[in-house]
Structure formats: structure tokens, C-alpha cells
């Protein structure tokens, strides 16, 4: 990349976040391709002023800001994303789909269902409240989530919640027990 070789350390926390850091930037982008291009922009940023930082405690914390501004800033000069690209098999997600090989019709079909209307509905969350909640999704806390998308830990849970409201109203058929059985 950018400067001297990386140490040992600095490379073993590189690639023990990309991971995660590829999967919040294309949840956030729906882009697989814009995603990467904004990880390895953020990564380099960040190791070029690795000598400023304490990348092995903190590198996360920056890199997970780094990207919620990239993400934010690319996605305030483009349209709106219309629907998030599908999880691809290897990803992180919170959505377990049923198991196809041992699975009826029936729920692999609702699977798809939910898969398709959880895109959907993120897809319409503004893209603060998509980045608190991806975050929260990602384990971190509310000030940790504050601190990243440069609010207060306060607003942060509003994000949250206002989020999760609308998330619930829009998989509110998906979330309500079926009465029939």
C-alpha cells in the first residue's frame, strides 16, 4: 500500500476486519464493487497515518467511522439505492434462511419472502439510521455508534430507534405469529 511494510500485527488486524468492514460498507452502499472500492480507500487512509494512531486498539472503531463517511458522503451525491443486493453465501447476516435441503416449499418461500422485504426495507431507512443499525448489528455500543457517525451517543439510539420502528412496521407480517396453527 502506502510507506513501509506493514508489521506482523497491523497485517493480522487487516485481515481480521475486512470482513466485517466490506459488509457494513456494502449494506450501507448495496454495491458490492462501491463497497471495496471505499474499504481499501478507508484502509489506506488509515495505515498511511498508522504512526498517528493506535490502529491494533482503535483501528475498528476509526476504520468502522471511516467508512460510515465514506459511505454516508457517496451516498448524498447518487440517487438512492432502490434495494440492497442480496447477502451472498459467506457473509455476515443476522437472517438464518431455512436450510433448503431439508426445508419444505413453504419455507424456503417465506425465507425468500423476508430476505427480499428486510432488503427492501432497509433500503428505505435514511442512511444515518442504516448505519446505527448496522453497527448496532455489528456489536457496538451506542456511544461507540455515536462517536462513529459523529453524533452524540443520544441521537444515536434515536437512530436506532426510529430505525428499528420503521423496520418493524415494515416486516410487521413477517413478525406476527401465524394463527392457523
Known amino acids: 500500500m502506502f510507506g513501509p511494510p506493514a508489521s506482523p500485527d497491523l497485517e493480522a488486524w487487516v485481515l481480521a476486519s475486512a470482513p466485517r468492514a466490506v459488509a457494513y460498507a456494502r449494506s450501507l452502499l448495496g454495491n458490492k464493487d462501491a463497497a471495496e472500492d471505499i474499504v481499501q480507500d478507508c484502509y489506506g487512509r488509515l495505515i498511511a497515518k498508522a504512526h498517528q494512531y493506535d490502529l491494533i486498539r482503535d ?52 425465507g425468500n419472502e423476508l430476505e427480499k422485504a428486510m432488503a427492501s426495507a432497509m433500503a428505505e431507512l435514511p442512511v444515518m439510521q442504516r448505519a ?3 453497527l448496532k448489528a455489528l456489536g457496538h455500543s451506542q456511544q461507540e455508534i455515536g462517536e462513529m457517525l459523529k453524533t452524540t451517543a443520544s441521537n444515536a439510539g434515536v437512530l436506532i430507534h426510529r430505525a428499528r420502528q420503521t423496520l418493524a412496521k415494515r416486516l410487521a407480517p413477517f413478525l406476527e405469529g401465524d394463527d392457523s396453527q
Open 59 to 110: 483501528g475498528t472503531k476509526l476504520l468502522m467511522a471511516s467508512i460510515s463517511n465514506a459511505c454516508i458522503n457517496a451516498t448524498m451525491r447518487r440517487k438512492p439505492v432502490v434495494s440492497l443486493a442480496t447477502i451472498t453465501a459467506g457473509e455476515e447476516s443476522s437472517y438464518d434462511p431455512p436450510d433448503r435441503t431439508t426445508a419444505s416449499a413453504d419455507e424456503v418461500a417465506s
Open 132 to 134: 446505527a443499525v448496522e
